[in-house]
């Protein structure tokens, strides 16, 4: 494996826009974000994938008849518009909170300012935030990543030249990114000691959710609802 779990569940689950002190403050430089290097994120993860994957061919040797292929401005994409829609609160109210403290510098005393950031805090559920809380579950975190992997695709399975049949189960090879998507963000899963159990009903998870998944008809709001009927406590793996 050539990452921990715990670190590829950070490098995964993390804001991959913007470096952090830890998943609720940020590290700003003169009131500006500092930028994380994204492009170490998506080796990491695509690093990962090549190890789950090789994982697979263990587990059913079909699948070294094809090669994966991994488009990693749609991986770069996919983690950018997860770290926006989980993260976005957390960024403004991190820019909040530095402008209090600014003020308090500069002015002093600030009752009236501070009851007024707090304020503007609460109400944050009324500004678009597609997630308006500083610490959402992790089934709503996977919810967003999940629908952002079936939307961008970009894991995708070609066959290798020159082999014959059998190959795969056809629903794994049609519905290739979304089941490679649920398998990477489980294996995440595990550093947390929970897992999606969805496959474990293997007619429902291949017939029903993978296509669903697929032609993108569970959005974000669908799948928050869905997946904590399917979350499962595990042993730690890590």
């Known amino acids: 494996m050539p990452a921990s779990l715990l670190d590829f569940y950070t490098a995964l689950f993390q ?57 990693q401005s749609g991986l770069r994409a996919v983690i950018s518009r997860y770290s926006r829609d989980i993260y976005g609160f957390r960024r403004i109210k991190a820019k909040l909170k530095n402008l209090e403290e600014l003020v308090e510098k500069l002015v002093g005393n600030t009752v009236k300012f501070k009851e007024e950031i707090e304020r503007i805090i609460l109400e944050s559920a009324d500004f678009g935030f597609r997630i308006p809380s500083s610490n959402p579950y ?13 939307v961008l695709k970009p894991f995708h399975l070609d066959y290798k030249p020159n082999v014959e049949k059998p190959f795969p189960d056809e629903y794994y090879r049609i519905y290739f990114n979304e089941y490679f998507s649920y398998s990477l963000i489980n294996l995440a899963l595990r550093a947390q000691s929970v897992e999606l159990s969805i496959h474990k009903n ?21 799948l928050e609802i869905f997946l904590p009927n399917w979350v499962k406590n595990i042993k730690n793996t890590t």
């Open 138 to 150: 992790i089934h709503r975190e996977a919810a967003v990543l999940l629908y952002w992997f079936s």
């Open 202 to 222: 293997e007619v429902y998870f291949k017939v029903e959710f993978l296509g669903q998944l697929h032609y993108r008809n569970l959005n974000r709001s669908s």
């Open 15 to 71: 804001d991959a826009v913007f470096v952090q002190i830890n998943r609720e403050e940020y590290d700003l430089d003169n009131g500006q974000f500092k930028r994380r290097n994204i492009d170490d994120v998506v080796k990491m993860i695509a690093e990962m994938a090549d190890w789950l994957y090789d994982r697979m061919v263990v587990k059913e040797p079909l699948f070294d008849k094809c090669k994966p292929h991994i488009d």
